[in-house]
């Protein structure tokens, strides 16, 4: 197959470009490299991958990609709540305009499967717990633009093969590391400072391993099937904060848990999901444990492997700040932008 991924050269994209190459797909990247500077897509991506380098708001470079391809999936965005409140404007093109214009551009060039990926943040905070068709109670930007973006591409791809990935929080090595996400920043900064700060351990999430998420795109890419949302992680890898820490624990020797305020007050995420839709398509999706990704992310700090766990590369917030002070990336607000903005600033939250 010939398939595109929009924004496959961060965390998630670089690991999926790989497997999907070596399953022996053509895979075309399209990514602007938002936070790198001067990185090389080479050392990120397999030679067997086309590289493009482009802005994921500009439709003509959208539609350069997608000509003839048999499917594209969009990952680019700013990831978590965090990175989107630095600059409400930028979340919007980035999370809602970018994918809108990708469905528009898909649909034109008669592309016949769209993948987007969303978060299990839609969920926010439930007592119970949650599946696919639970309603989603978006907390914060991110989470609203994920939800607004799911929406509009069903309306948009009414004709053609849409999936929709709501991802657990992802863990594990990727050749384009993060260290930013819960379980791998608790193995970094407790190997570089003994410590494993706790804000709250009650709340709870669903992790999954990066390379799970990969294979999981490389079968729903291969079984295009109508509009399908699949919830992507495993049940038994709901945990709490605590428990992600004491995993963490486990696997750093002589590190402490430092126990702060009893709840997070900035992220009151807290949720169990279900993910027995994914099972029931997919039998025996997404089976690496949390303590996997986290000795994977542990051996390679003490191997190495990463320069320095401190490095703003290896976090989004770091490297948006940075990217949006050097003017490597910033609001457009062209005409494109300005209409989708709209559909964001129309729509109520009150979704429950
Ligand atoms: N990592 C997680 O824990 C997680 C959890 C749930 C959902 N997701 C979703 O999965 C997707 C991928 O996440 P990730 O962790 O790989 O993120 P990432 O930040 O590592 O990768 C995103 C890529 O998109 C590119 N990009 C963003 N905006 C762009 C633009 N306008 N033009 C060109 N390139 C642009 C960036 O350069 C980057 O390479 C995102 O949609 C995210 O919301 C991730």
Known sequence: ????????????GTVATRHLTE????????DGLIYQRGDDPARLLPSASTF??????DPAALRRAATGADAVVHLGGLVGEPACALDETLAVELNYASPVLA????????VKHVVFFSSCSVYGHHDGTVDEDTTPNPLGIYARTKVLAERTLTGLLNDRALTVLRLATVHGRSPRQRLDSVANRMTAQALATGRIPLNGGTQRRPLVHVADVADVLAQVLTTPDGHRTFNVGADRENYTIAEIAQTVQQAVPGCRID??????EADARDYRTSFARLTAAFPGACPTPLSHGVREVADAVQAGDLDHPDLPEYD???GLK???????IRALADDDCTRLHADYTRTSWSVR
Do not use: F
Request: charged residues 20%; proline residues 2%.
């Open 259 to 264: 126990a702060g305020p009893e709840r997070d």
């Open 322 to 328: 940075n990217s949006l002070a050097d003017g490597r």
């Open 103 to 110: 469905a528009e551009v898909a649909r034109t060039a008669g």
């Open 23 to 30: 399953l022996g797909h053509q895979v075309t990247v399209v």
């Open 1 to 12: 197959m010939r398939i595109v991924l929009y924004g496959g050269a961060g965390y998630l």
């Open 52 to 57: 493009i380098q482009a802005d994921l708001r």
């Open 316 to 318: 989004n917030l770091v």
